[in-house]
């Protein structure tokens, strides 16, 4: 790829805006070092990889998000002979690896739908992960050494070398203590706290009794009122704890070169593990970016001609929500298109917005335009865009354009895309133009697609009569004097100076004399220019017009079914209510029979009187029975309804966003009954997560603290994506209600958060039920105790509350009781 179009139409931006969701520095860094791939293949094989992984993001398994350490120098060291690693570098290698398993077995625990419906074969994505090699060995290795926060673990010939340690240092404190505690002794001192001095122990002697304490002098202070003094009975002990140290330095080090040793075995494995996970990486940072950005994967365009070129509103990325959406159409055989139009109507950021998408898709990623926009796979995107005059260089506006498009001709193909903007300005009209249709007759002969933008009118009239040729124009409203900023394929636009020239307050006699230097051909050229506008703004409003009674059509249609679906729903309830009643009854009823049957058999008992009994109890279960059957049929059908009717409220948003261009690609999906779906349950409608199906119809749902088993029916579920019709049930929202803890732990806590996490747990614990619970705050300087106990002494639900006992506790633990309803 060209550099300087690279940087003229802004795609450093893009690959750094990609690099920074890399969650790891070295994937980062290969992406700012990429570049757009040329070879079809590469191309598809790329964007094969980042579809699938895109289409992970859609399950309900959260993705693991774990930085991945640098361990490239760590590789690469191991591949000297006789290296050790420290043990920074080993913690290192071994985060790399565990996080990398956690990654590869969220992957493999996904098929994307594509690779679901071919069980024959693997995917592309599968077949990466399964050639990965197995580094759990190394894995296990370093963490058999070090814990998981770094630290050499508590290994055997380590522990009597740290045990002789703890005991020299509690000796050593002991034999300091003596000179802190002394009465005559701490008169001498300085300060009573030890100091160290090159790792030795040494005491802060003032400097007029420093032939007191006889030891070796370390340090002068600048003052000179201080010396730092090692006692002659602290030597010994200093001595010895200095041996031990370098005896335990000594073993952590050959630990180290063992480590060392047993993980070079794998050298091979490891250095293609970090080559493919940082590939992998970057492959994750495409598909994370295009899942952010809400955009859409290109169909990709081969073969001779490139197939066509369609842009479907498309947005320029970097615009964010100032950008206007484009809609840019080429066929196969039309090769060039001439672009013109007034100043500030979008010509160039329709150039900028071509290339620039060209170049997204060919790096593996999604572009922010609608379903079904197609864009061709090219070997070049070269642009000259802007005016990069240079004084140093002697290089006028003209010079500057053709030195570049010098070097454009040299390098495109038939298989290029070339961006000109403003061709042939800069200098006399009629030579610019001349050369502009020169240089688009070599390109139309070389083969390659042309986007081209002037103010000549002449080549208005090249498009007309060259073939593959064809005009746009960006839209201008006369009424406002404002640019659209919409393109119109087939039709050249007006340069509108002397009304742009007007609105900026050039004098009106000026006006009036240029316009009469205004030739009569052309303003029939430009008549006709205008009716023909205004002929597409018809069509255009026709079409809208009819697109709006289809979609007030269809609300009114939803909503005619979402009364309907009320009113079967209360009417359901009303059903379930009676059905209440109905086993209450049931079970009151089979009482009294047994009761009956009792006295019959303390009386007179025949045959026939108990098989009366038994049919009555038989007949009532069965309709009891028979009437549940039936509101379950009712239940689930009102289910039905309503997720139909909720997708099509979000199919509708889709239209409604899609007009307005707001790129919408994530698949709408009929809810289910999932582990881990969100329900409400019971007429509070109490928010809870199912956890595993029980049984056909039943579920494990987790409701707080609680787990209970329900059946399907009284469940309703709750959608993860945020829809603002139809609301059908009443929701009470927990959801800043968290899990109540039975010991809430605020130490190291501000005020102001330690209060919203006890107010959390209050609410949490009523909802639950759990009565009673602790909260650890600590003594410190009783600011937080404080708090904690003037918060409970207010909170309307706090029955009482006061401190544990002391071996549970005491003072820096307070015990709290709620009231029971």
């Not at 994370?288 to 950005?293: A, G, M, N, T, V």
């Not at 579920?699 to 088993?709: N, Y």
């Amino acid at each position: 790829m060209n550099e300087r179009s690279l940087r003229l139409l802004e795609f450093d931006e893009i690959r750094s805006r990609v690099a920074s969701r890399a969650l790891s520095d070295e994937a980062a860094q290969h992406i700012l070092s990429d570049f757009p791939q040329l070879n079809t293949l590469e191309v598809k094989t790329l964007k094969g990889l980042v579809v699938e992984l895109h289409d992970t993001y859609s399950r309900p398994v959260e993705e693991p998000r774990e930085y991945l350490p640098t361990i490239g120098p760590v590789v690469e060291k191991l591949k000297v002979e006789g290296t050790s690693l420290d043990m920074d570098e080993a913690y290192a290698l071994g985060l790399f690896i565990q996080r990398s398993r956690h990654l590869i077995q969220w992957l493999k625990g996904s098929k994307s739908n594509r690779a679901a419906q071919s069980e024959m074969s693997e995917s592309p994505l599968q077949s990466l992960l399964t050639a990965l090699p197995d580094c759990t060995p190394v894995e296990t290795e370093i963490f058999s050494i070090l814990d998981r926060d770094g630290n050499l673990r508590d290994l055997p010939e380590l522990r009597e070398i740290r045990s002789r340690l703890q005991s020299l240092h509690k000796e050593l404190d002991v034999i300091t203590s003596r000179y802190t505690t002394n009465e005559e002794s701490r008169k001498m001192l300085q300060s009573e706290v030890p100091s160290q001095r090159d790792g030795r122990i040494v005491l802060a002697v003032k400097a007029n009794f420093k032939g007191r304490i006889k030891g070796i002098v370390h340090e002068v202070s600048s003052t000179g009122q201080t010396i730092f003094i090692e006692p002659e009975d602290i030597i010994e002990k200093n001595n010895e704890i200095v041996v031990q140290e370098q005896r335990l330095a000594a073993e952590v080090a050959r630990i180290l070169r063992e480590l060392t040793s047993r993980i070079a075995v794998h050298r091979e494995s490891l250095v293609a593990f970090h080559t493919q996970i940082i590939y992998l990486e970057t492959l994750r940072a495409r598909s994370r970016y295009s899942w952010e950005s809400r955009g859409t994967f290109a169909i990709d365009i081969t073969g001779e001609h490139q197939g066509p070129l369609q842009i479907i509103q498309g947005r320029h990325p970097l615009l964010g929500s100032k950008a206007v959406p484009i809609d840019l159409s080429m066929d196969s055989e039309t090769r060039t298109v001439i672009i013109t139009g007034p100043n500030t109507g979008g010509k160039t950021v329709t150039l900028k917005t071509v290339g620039l998408f060209i170049l997204m898709n060919q790096f593996g990623l999604a572009v922010p335009a609608a379903e079904g926009t197609s864009l061709p796979l090219v070997d070049g995107v070269y642009a000259d865009i802007g005016d990069e005059q240079s004084i140093s260089q002697s290089l006028s506006t003209f010079s500057s354009h053709m030195t570049n498009i010098a070097s454009i001709i040299a390098a495109a193909t038939s298989h290029s895309l070339v961006l000109l903007d403003e061709l042939g300005s800069g200098t006399d009209p009629e030579e610019g133009s001349a050369i502009a249709m020169a240089l688009l007759d070599h390109f139309i002969e070389t083969g390659a697609r042309v986007l081209v933008t002037t103010h000549h009118s002449i080549l208005k009239n090249y498009g007309y009569t060259k073939p593959n040729v064809q005009n746009a124009s960006v839209d201008f409203d006369s009424r406002t004097l404002s640019p659209t900023y919409h393109i119109i394929m087939g039709i050249p636009g007006e340069s509108r100076a002397l009304e742009i020239a007007s609105r900026n307050g050039l004098p009106q006699s000026i006006l009036d004399r240029a316009r009469s230097y205004l030739d009569e051909e052309r303003t029939d050229v430009s008549a006709l220019i205008i009716g023909l506008k205004e002929k597409h703004r018809e069509l255009d409003r026709a079409v809208r017009d009819k697109e709006q009674e289809e979609r007030r059509l269809r609300e009114e249609r939803r909503k005619a079914d979402l009364r309907e679906l009320r009113l079967r729903q209360k009417e359901l309830e009303l059903k379930q209510q009676g059905m209440g009643e109905l086993r209450t009854l049931l079970l009151e009823s089979r009482k009294k029979l047994e009761n009956l049957v009792r006295e019959i058999r303390e009386g007179e008992l025949t045959r026939e009187k108990t098989l009366a009994v038994k049919d009555f109890i038989s007949s009532l279960e069965s309709a009891v029975k028979d009437v549940g059957s039936t509101l379950e049929a009712e239940a689930l059908q009102i289910r039905e309804t309503g997720a139909r009717l909720a997708s099509e409220v979000e199919s509708e948003e889709y239209v409604r966003d899609h007009n307005k261009g707001v790129l919408k690609t994530r698949p709408v999906k009929a809810l289910e009954f999932l582990p881990g779906a969100e329900v409400l349950y019971g007429p509070a409608k109490r928010r809870g997560k199912l956890v595993r199906q029980a049984k056909k119809g039943y579920w494990i749902v987790e409701l707080g603290a609680i787990k209970m088993t329900l059946p399907e029916t009284e469940l309703q579920l709750l959608s993860s994506q945020k829809k603002t019709e139809p609301q059908v049930f009443t929701q009470v929202d927990l959801a800043q209600t968290a899990a109540p803890a039975l010991a809430l732990n605020v130490r190291g806590y501000r005020l102001e958060d330690a209060l919203e996490a006890l107010r959390k747990q209050i609410d949490g614990a009523a909802l639950s039920g759990l009565y009673e619970f602790s909260v650890i705050h600590g003594k410190g300087d009783g600011i937080l105790q404080r708090g904690v106990h003037e918060y409970l002494k207010q909170h309307p639900l706090v029955a009482d509350y006061y401190f544990a006992r002391p071996e549970e506790g005491g003072f820096g633990k307070t015990l709290v009781f709620l009231k029971r309803s």
